[in-house]
């Protein structure tokens, strides 16, 4: 069976060199300023958030959405009221550091710059891009670097969002002071994806982490089911590019957590 994820890792590593010939750390260091923790004051307004992604395309299953570009749908989910933008960087998604600058550029929302970070160089290109936030993929890490990565963001003014997928990373997770732990819903290996894989999980989960189901979640149905189990948060993307109105679906995953009392009374 073809290893999407090996694949990319194995780039990454090529996309990586690059850019450091390109604009050498030391470089990079000089002409990044510093964030203040944007995730973290976002998320701690409200006990329920959504992560909307700028997703155009997936590794296996193609073109995802056509409609719109990457900075379109960041517009789009800022004004139907998505808590964080995430904003694919690697080229297997249609990513690109010129998309995530112009999405920097025009929305206020934190960003979760969305890549497969292997080297602590991306975590300070990140940074440099305007990021607030980068992913670390506990299963491609190992934990001593997990941790390393951790700090060096932290160090930084930005978030990590640390992704899990099985009671192995898990662990490696909870090794960490991490704040922000999400159960990727899609097999790394297949990219196929079912919600279950959170509900599986989230047993093993410390409930003081903010916790955050990543992917598989299409319906308001869905959402509400993670937010019943325990989950402080989503992150989306197919299940919203896809969406015929991408406003519309962006506003029922949010609703899916709010208080029922609340929820009421904007329908009223």
Not at 52 to 72: D, F
Request: aromatic share 6%; with cysteine.
């Amino acid at each position: 069976m073809r290893d999407i994820l090996a694949e990319i890792v194995e780039k990454k590593k090529d996309i990586v060199a690059e850019a450091k010939k390109e604009l050498p750390l030391d470089e990079v260091k000089r002409r990044l300023v510093c964030g203040n923790f944007e995730m973290s004051a976002r998320f701690r307004r409200q006990p329920w958030n959504l992560i909307a992604e700028c997703k155009l395309q997936s590794p296996a299953k193609g073109r995802l959405c056509r409609n719109h570009s990457v900075v379109e749908l960041a517009h789009i989910y800022e004004d139907n009221g998505a808590s964080m933008l995430s904003v694919h960087t690697d080229p297997h998604f249609l990513g690109c550091n010129e998309d995530f600058r112009k999405v920097r550029s025009e929305v206020k929302l934190p960003l979760l710059r969305k890549d497969f970070v292997i080297d602590e160089y991306q975590i300070y290109e990140a940074r440099l891009l305007g990021a607030n936030a980068v992913l670390l993929i506990a299963r491609i890490l190992t934990p001593e670097t997990l941790k390393k990565f951790l700090y060096t963001a932290w160090s930084l003014g930005m978030d990590a969002l640390i992704e899990v997928h099985d009671r192995c990373d898990m662990e490696a997770a909870l090794a960490t002071p991490a704040e922000f732990i999400g159960i990727n819903n899609r097999n790394l290996v297949s990219f196929t994806t079912s919600i279950e894989q959170t509900l599986e999980l989230l047993p093993y989960a410390d409930k003081n982490r903010t916790l955050i189901s990543e992917s598989g979640i299409f319906t308001a149905e869905d959402a509400r089911k993670l937010h019943e189990a325990g989950c402080d948060g989503i992150l989306v993307g197919e299940g919203l590019v896809r969406a015929e109105d991408v406003g519309l679906q962006t506003r029922l995953l949010i609703e899916a957590g709010m208080p029922q009392q609340e929820h009421a009374g904007e329908i009223a």
